[in-house]
T-cell receptor
Framework: AQKITQTQPGMFVQEKEAVTLDCTYD???????LFWYKQPSSGEMIFLIY??????QNATEGRYSLNFQKARKSANLVISASQLGDSAMYFC????????????FGKGTSLLVTP | DTGVSQDPRHKITKRGQNVTFRCDPI?????LYWYRQTLGQGPEFLTY????????KSRLLSDRFSAERPKGSFSTLEIQRTEQGDSAMYLC?????????????????FGEGSRLTVL
């Protein structure tokens, strides 16, 4: 069964606008972590933001914030004030306590920022 | 540059040949991971090492695949008798787990990948 679901294959956003990329996850482990990575066309995976399952507050890192709704098992990434350089693939990933710190990735969302 | 480095970046081979990829992790990182990524998909976990011990292998890692991390530093991933279905990007990542790190999300730091094309 897919543990990470990203339902948006592609998204468009206009420069300077905010965009939300959806991610839902499936786990029975009470201790887990959720990650978002960016993969530009050059291929490297760039870590953006982390949310632990016991964290009380939503994570924020600069223009990135994570809308963590534990009961709904969703961890959506919000990018504020989009920039052209934000155009990339975005992957949501989960680490479960018993997974040896290996990450399970979703299929990704392609984001295109337009002028 | 002290990030994760992978070599070669690109490899084209004929079906049936063996290929080997090398990964040099961030020096103080104790965990090393191999992932495979095909076009339009997210990375898929293959295997990981804690220092020199290989602790987990995915079912994706067939008998033709072998990974080593002999001294707990660099790692190699060998694919024997390559098939066209092996064509993919092979990503290496490392992380620091435990130790004296005071803030440690266990995030993975990825290399730029080794792209394999099997003809």
């Amino acid at each position: 069964a897919q543990k990470i679901t990203q339902t948006q294959p592609g998204m468009f956003v206009q420069e300077k606008e905010a965009v939300t990329l959806d991610c839902t996850y499936d786990t029975s482990d009470p201790s887990y972590g959720l990650f978002w990575y960016k993969q530009p066309s050059s291929g490297e995976m760039i870590f953006l933001i982390y949310q632990g399952s016991y964290d009380q507050q939503n994570a924020t890192e600069g223009r990135y914030s994570l809308n963590f709704q534990k009961a709904r098992k969703s961890a959506n990434l919000v990018i504020s004030a989009s920039q052209l350089g934000d155009s990339a693939m975005y992957f949501c990933a989960m680490r479960e306590r018993n997974s040896g710190y290996a990450l399970n990735f979703g299929k990704g969302t392609s984001l295109l920022v337009t002028p | 540059d002290t990030g994760v480095s992978q070599d070669p970046r690109h490899k084209i081979t004929k079906r049936g040949q063996n290929v080997t990829f090398r990964c040099d992790p961030i020096s103080e990182h104790n965990r090393l991971y191999w992932y495979r990524q095909t076009l339009g998909q997210g990375p898929e976990f293959l295997t990981y090492f804690q220092n020199e011990a290989q602790l987990e292998k995915s079912r994706l890692l067939s008998d033709r695949f072998s990974a080593e991390r002999p001294k707990g530093s660099f790692s190699t991933l060998e694919i024997q008798r390559t098939e066209q279905g092996d064509s993919a990007m092979y990503l290496c990542a490392s992380s620091l787990v435990g130790g004296l790190a005071t803030t440690n999300t266990g995030e993975l730091f990825f290399g730029e990948g080794s792209r394999l094309t099997v003809l």
